[in-house]
């Protein structure tokens, strides 16, 4: 009876995600155009990504990615949390940067897609209107559409992570930052020695879902860009996909997602860890 | 006064940055009440000459027949939505309540399907679905959508069953009560919390999601919203102030849902990251 209840849950999960991600593994060892039938041939399409320029730039991209995605969006959002807690005004400043959260990264990539255009976006336009003589082109010059790209992200993702620090700060005592504030620390050595170590656990969670999602990147890169001009703004994500449903590499596109999957679970290995021990305790 | 004085350089930052926020947000606004020539012609803070949002939109849906797209991931929504509280739910009180043999194990397969980048299963799901003759179709598009979204519904019901006192179960197993009775009486009159969590979070990725549409629909009739408005774009950037009017009309429903259940988005929030 009990195994009647997980069924479908079990059946759907297993039959459209677990064997399909085995599959793919195995499919990474093959040169197949999707059409005639695959041949084996080893851990060619793995050697072939390290001569491959193209993934090379797609993997500087993508570290790219991560690197300003510490430094922006998760650090931004930690920053942002401390300032504007008791802050006056601080339910107006804290919703101005949730509204990016209600919609989706097609809109936030197409919005941005706007806002960077080089003859008729508002960026330039304000470039003009403080009388810089400047005019980027945003999206196609190299590394600037990269750049550019994490900008729009930054955009999305501030608020997540600052809504997790104003959760965490929520949650230290009183207790001991009084005690501080008696011993003579000022606010800056408060932070640094008793704040920010009781917020561990939440930045731990905030550092590994910001470097996993960096990896993850999809629409936002689609839809501005296309990974252009001459996959100049690629990252491993969108390589995968071009290889695999425009030239019809499925094999080597297996494999980029392999590595891209490698990856992603090595970074969160010790978040894993620590969840599934927990969860041992409950058992 | 010195007290306002120190805050300053906070609130400056602060203001920088709200207007940072908030201009991307009014000048899509502005623009989709553009027409395309005055969109041409003027600079971006200029207001338009005369109101065209409508036009604008009448317009887009008649060409990108958007209405057809918007029906569909309405369907995948609500039907993904359906599927998964109804599976995960099940699942969750199992897992917890009747905890069959290997329900660490089960539970670890099911989640592991949050863990890995999509990219992992495009391949062989694309193959899968040819050889069904499930691509292109909404069955198969509503089954992708509802596996993608059980783990982490799984992990919400679970987690929100541990909570529930054994007390009331051991009651209701003295009153006769078989395990399917106990779920449906007992169980799911109490689980308002974690459903609306499941379902802010399940519709709204249903809705936003462009991958799996563009990898696995063809045809107008099954395409979803995200993927329509993305291929408006083009590599020539488009018509802005059509595009922007799509973005806006497409963008509604994920808002009133967020508004709607607001209360149940940081609850989310919490479980999802310290799941």
């Known amino acids: ?283 | 006064m010195t007290r306002w004085l120190r805050k300053a350089p906070v609130y400056a930052v602060l203001v920088l940055l709200t207007l940072m926020w908030l201009l991307p947000v009014v000048s899509s606004f502005l623009v989709s009440f553009k027409s395309s020539e005055d969109f041409v012609s003027q600079t971006f803070y200029q207001l338009p000459t005369q109101i065209y949002f409508f036009k604008n939109l009448v317009t887009v849906i008649a060409q990108y027949r958007l209405l057809d797209n918007l029906g569909n991931s309405l369907m995948y929504s609500a039907a993904g939505t359906v599927v998964v509280i109804i599976a995960a739910s099940m699942a969750g009180f199992s897992i917890v309540r009747l905890r069959p043999k290997f329900n660490f194990a089960l539970f670890l397969i099911i989640y592991s399907g949050t863990l890995f980048p999509f990219q992992m299963y495009l391949i062989p799901v694309y193959r899968l679905f040819n050889t069904l003759n499930l691509y292109d179709t909404r069955t198969g598009m509503v089954l992708i959508y509802s596996a993608i979204c059980i783990p982490f519904s799984l992990f919400v019901y679970r987690g929100f069953y541990t909570t529930i006192p054994r007390e009331i179960e051991e009651a209701a197993k003295l009153d006769g009560c078989g395990p399917a009775r106990t779920f449906i009486s007992v169980f799911l009159p109490q689980s308002l919390a974690p459903t609306a969590v499941v379902a802010l979070f399940q519709a709204t990725w249903i809705w936003n999601d462009l991958l799996f549409g563009m990898v696995l629909s063809r045809a107008q009739s099954v395409r979803p919203i995200m993927v329509a408005v993305a291929t408006m774009t083009g590599y020539g950037g488009g018509n802005i102030p059509w595009i922007m009017t799509a973005v806006i009309f497409t963008s509604i429903p994920t808002i009133l849902l967020f508004v709607v259940l607001r209360k149940f988005f940081i609850q989310g929030m919490v479980l999802s990251i310290t799941s």
């Open chain 1, 1 to 283: 009876m009990s195994y009647v209840f997980i069924l479908p849950a079990f059946a759907l999960v297993v039959a459209l995600l677990v064997l399909p991600m085995m599959q793919n593994v195995y499919y990474s060892f093959f040169k197949w155009d999707g059409i005639s039938p695959p041949l084996f041939n080893g851990l060619k399409n793995y050697l072939a990504m390290f001569t491959d320029p193209v993934i090379a730039g797609s993997m500087l991209n993508t570290v790219i990615w991560v690197v300003f995605t510490l430094v922006f969006p998760a650090l931004g959002g930690l920053v942002v949390a401390v300032f504007v807690t008791g802050l006056r005004g601080e339910n107006f400043f804290k919703s101005v940067f949730f509204i990016p959260l209600t919609i989706s990264f097609v809109a936030t990539g197409i919005i941005w897609t706007y806002m960077l255009g080089r003859e008729l976006g508002v960026l330039n336009g304000v470039l003009a209107l403080l009388g810089i003589p400047l005019k980027p082109s945003y999206l196609t010059s190299v590394p600037l559409n990269t750049f550019s790209m994490i900008f729009a992200w930054t955009w999305q993702q501030l608020g997540t992570n600052m809504v997790m620090f104003l959760m965490g700060l929520g949650t230290i005592p009183r207790d001991p930052i009084e005690a501080c504030i008696i011993d003579g620390a000022n606010k800056w050595q408060t932070f640094v020695h008793v704040k920010f170590p009781m917020l561990a656990p939440i930045t731990t969670v905030v550092i590994t879902m910001a470097m996993v999602n960096s990896f993850k990147v999809f629409d936002i890169i689609y839809v501005m860009t296309r990974g252009g001009p001459y996959s100049s703004s690629e990252t491993l994500a969108i390589s995968m996909f071009r290889e695999t449903f425009t030239l019809f590499h499925m094999g080597y596109g297996a494999a980029i997602s392999v590595v891209l999957s490698l990856i992603v679970i090595l970074i969160s290995a010790a978040y894993i860890r620590r969840m599934t021990k927990r969860d041992m305790l409950y058992y």
